[in-house]
């Protein structure tokens, strides 16, 4: 695997050096099991030094790895019978969303999903995984379709933020969030959420107004974007690596905020060295939280949902200054 941060490098490096002597290995017909275990328990050993030590900017450049695994990766690895469906009834289908109906471990769910895409082609299809108005009514319209046949809600979280352009803001993407967040606390039926990479903003938010919210350790959840940050408190986007420290936007952090309800431990140097083992997971995850939430009524769920977004920041009320 190619180093795509300069911080994965060491890591990189080591594993070629592996890979080099396994192919000598073969093409000399030499016994260099010895030197290969040496490096692997090295490798291993670098792994967890790295990644356990990150720093809060490397922890978005991990939640934005190109090769992370995306919410159509997951769909692909985590549920069966997948069947898309299409469009707002309005106006038409936004592909930043990607919503159907499938299997989870044999339980019908209802999966909503932002998808950011890979290659060009596919990054302008989906729109980087920024939503617009109709992806968002899309979204509303097969939750809703969920809450009136008892059928369990599962979304994925990954967007830098809704989309800002003209367009969307003419046909009401502020409007179209509001919406979202409002229906989703008076749906009758589970809803879980996992944050799997980014979670920006209320693009996020939209679809994660959930029973459980889960972040994987690697994915960052914030108000904002660190560049964006940067550029309003400082006019310097450049600075977007101290936005990030000031805006605790990781996993660790954002559980001790309460803003979320527990995070979902990744394989060893992230999901986007083992897609599979990473879909293992979270799989395990959303499955816990559905076991204590099947059984409760939908008024059970309403209530607890609206009690749990209420009690956000409350202990976190920082008194002004013609208070103190």
């Known amino acids: 695997m190619d180093a795509y941060y300069e911080f994965e490098r060491p890591i990189t490096n080591l594993e070629k050096k592996i890979s080099d002597l396994k192919e000598m290995s073969l093409q000399e017909k030499m016994d260099f099991s010895t030197e290969i275990n040496a490096l692997d ?25 190109p090769t992370r695994p995306y919410s159509e990766d997951y769909i692909g690895l ?15 289908d936004d592909p930043a969303i990607i919503c ?47 809450g009136r046949f008892s059928i369990p809600i599962i979304t994925l979280v990954d967007t830098p933020g809704a989309y800002p352009g003209i367009d969307a803001e ?28 980014e979670g920006g903003s209320g693009g996020a938010l939209a679809i994660a107004v959930a ?40 996993a660790p952090e954002v559980v001790k905020l309460g803003v979320v309800d527990g995070i979902v431990q990744e394989p060893q140097g992230g999901a986007h060295r083992n897609h599979q083992d990473a879909a293992t997971l979270l799989a395990d995850a959303i499955a816990d939280q559905l076991d204590e939430l099947l059984p409760l009524s939908g008024a059970e769920l309403r209530t607890s949902r609206l009690a749990r977004f209420r009690r956000m920041g409350a202990d976190f009320m920082i008194s002004s200054p013609l208070e103190a």
Not at 44 to 60: A, D, G
Not at 101 to 109: H, I, K, M
Not at 121 to 143: D, T, V
């Open 100 to 146: 159907g109906l499938a299997r989870f471990r044999g339980q019908p769910v209802m999966v909503i999903a932002q998808q950011k895409g890979r290659g060009t082609k596919e990054k302008m299809k989906r729109n980087f995984g920024m939503a617009k108005p109709e992806g968002y009514r899309k979204a509303i319209r097969l939750m809703e379709m969920a």
């Open 41 to 65: 328990k090295k490798l291993k050993q670098l792994i967890e030094e790295v990644y356990t030590n990150l720093t809060p900017w490397q922890r978005v450049q991990l939640s934005r790895h």
């Open 170 to 197: 003419e046909r009401g993407q502020s409007e179209a969030i509001a919406d979202s967040i409002m229906r989703m606390f008076d749906l009758p039926v589970p809803v879980v959420t996992v944050v799997i990479g």
């Open 78 to 92: 985590l549920f069966a019978d997948f069947q898309e469906l299409h469009g707002d009834r309005k106006f038409r």
């Open 211 to 250: 029973d459980r919210v889960l972040m994987q350790e690697f994915s960052t959840y914030s108000v904002i974007s660190p560049e964006s940050c940067a550029s309003i408190l400082w006019s310097d986007s450049t600075m977007a690596e101290q936005a990030a420290k000031v805006l605790r936007l990781s």
